[in-house]
């Protein structure tokens, strides 16, 4: 497999199923979207939520601004040399960016790609400060950081985004970025 196409397959695996499904009014979902949209109350007991919630948005911009933003992470991961662990470590890091989401009791309900595209960013990040491009990874990791902090994610689990039409949920953005940065640091290959 050419360096990079793993990567570029992972992104694909986002993009293209929230392409396809377009939006909804995440207010009254129609049956098939309701039914992929993370919820709290089937966290458990309708595991595949924690996958498909990325790929329901709640309005064209939301959906045209994420896809957008999977396109600069699926870019980024290819200048940054993401290989198949970091592929692996990105796909590992999805459900697992929708499992956090269970540490704020205030978010009952969640659709989009942010958290998942924080995580994509964290796992190219970290495996840049395996490289001599090692400063380029830490400034972006510092950014990354930086972006979680300012948008407050503990002090509420949602905020209002009128533009986009649909609330932000910040904690999805740092969910995504621990378990972007902790799936990048398992799937890791060993130093010697």
């Keep these: 497999m050419k360096a990079g196409a793993a990567w570029g397959a992972a992104a694909l695996l986002m993009l293209l199923p929230a ?3 377009g939006w909804t009014d995440p207010d009254h979902p129609d049956a098939l979207h309701a039914a992929l949209i993370w919820q709290r109350a089937h966290a ?13 948005h709640g309005s064209v911009l939301h959906l045209g601004v994420n896809l957008l ?8 991961g290819l200048a940054a040399g993401c290989d198949a662990r970091a ?3 990105w ?3 999805w459900p697992l960016t929708h499992a956090l989401l269970l540490v704020d009791a205030r978010l009952t309900w969640y659709l989009g790609a942010s958290g998942v595209l924080h995580a994509g960013v964290a796992v190219a990040a970290v495996g840049l400060l395996r490289t001599p491009r090692r400063l380029v990874g830490a400034a972006l990791l510092l950014g990354l950081l930086a972006k979680i902090v ?4 503990w002090w ?3 905020v209002p985004a009128p533009m986009l039409g649909v609330a932000v949920a910040p904690l999805a953005h740092a969910a995504g970025a621990v378990a972007g940065a902790a799936c990048a640091l398992a ?6």
Excluded: K, M, N
């Excluded at 300012?150 to 994610?153: A, I, R, V, Y």
């Excluded at 799937?187 to 010697?192: L, T, V």
């Design 19 to 21: 392409l396809a499904l």
């Design 44 to 56: 458990l007991d309708q595991p595949w939520r924690l996958l498909t919630a990325a790929w329901v």
């Design 69 to 76: 933003g999977g396109v600069i992470v699926a870019a980024l």
């Design 87 to 89: 592929a692996r470590a």
């Design 91 to 93: 796909l590992l890091a």
């Design 150 to 153: 300012s948008e407050s994610p």
């Design 156 to 158: 509420a689990s949602s």
């Design 187 to 192: 799937c890791a290959r060993p130093r010697r």
